[in-house]
């Protein structure tokens, strides 16, 4: 009985996050399947996307990610303020997709190169300017969930915008550190096209090159670090 308990409620919880799911425009805060409408209205508030790549009806870690975190008032109001919420479905049952979304989601899922569900894809008010992607967790929490969210879009414009306005003596300090973690990592994007040999020389260079993005991150952090009250 308990077990059966436990499906009908998973079954139920399932259902009432699809229910939610719009289909057709976007508001910050509401998971949407409108992409377009999406990308309008984080331009226009100049607030971060999250792309949700999920097998809503199959997959086991995106139903838990459902119920863990994305089911909780705890995540709703924070992203209530603080992102546009794009769920890119792949379900079983095709009939909860609307037509022409189902070609565009594979479209997207290519070009970002998502390889499995759940995959979550942050992306700047501009819809072009990748802040990060987020994982999953057995232990995910909306607060766990949030940390990652707020550190993957530190960098974010209107972030970035906000601090140099409170800290304008800092602007050439944040630029030049900005531009350091950008080319660390596309240094080390561009080193692993090259498809390098399992050797340990190459094993050095790619500790040297993580290195080197940490070093650039540590930076970033210290520089925007809240003001210690006195």
């Not at 499906?7 to 057709?24: M, N, R």
């Not at 508030?45 to 089911?71: Q, R, Y």
């Not at 304008?168 to 030049?176: Q, V």
Request: hydrophobic share 40%; charged share 30%; with cysteine.
């Amino acid at each position: 009985m308990k077990l059966l308990s436990t499906v009908l409620t998973s079954a139920v919880l399932l259902v009432s996050l699809q229910a939610e799911v719009q289909k057709k425009g976007a508001e910050i805060g509401k998971w949407t399947q409108d992409y377009d409408a999406a990308l309008k209205v984080a331009a226009e508030k100049k607030v971060p996307i999250m792309l949700n790549f999920t097998g809503s009806d199959w997959c086991h870690w995106c139903k838990i990610m459902d119920e863990k975190v994305f089911a909780e008032d705890e995540w709703k109001t924070y992203a209530a303020e603080n992102a546009v919420l794009v769920t890119l479905d792949f379900p079983k049952d095709k009939s909860g997709v609307p037509e022409g979304f189902a070609e565009r989601n594979a479209k997207l899922q290519a070009e970002f190169g998502v390889r499995g569900y759940p995959t979550f894809i942050v992306l700047d008010s501009d819809g072009k300017t990748p802040l990060g992607q987020l994982g999953a967790s057995q232990d995910a929490s909306p607060a766990g969930f949030i940390k990652q969210f707020k550190g993957a879009t530190q960098l974010s414009a209107a972030n970035v915008d906000a601090f140099l306005k409170e800290n304008p003596a800092k602007e050439a300090d944040l630029t030049a550190a900005i531009k350091e973690s950008k080319d660390s990592k596309e240094a080390l994007n561009e080193w692993i096209s090259t498809g390098p040999q399992q050797t340990e020389e190459n094993n050095k260079k790619f500790a040297a090159f993580q290195e080197r993005i940490a070093s650039a991150e540590e930076t970033l952090v210290k520089l925007m670090e809240p003001k210690k009250s006195e």
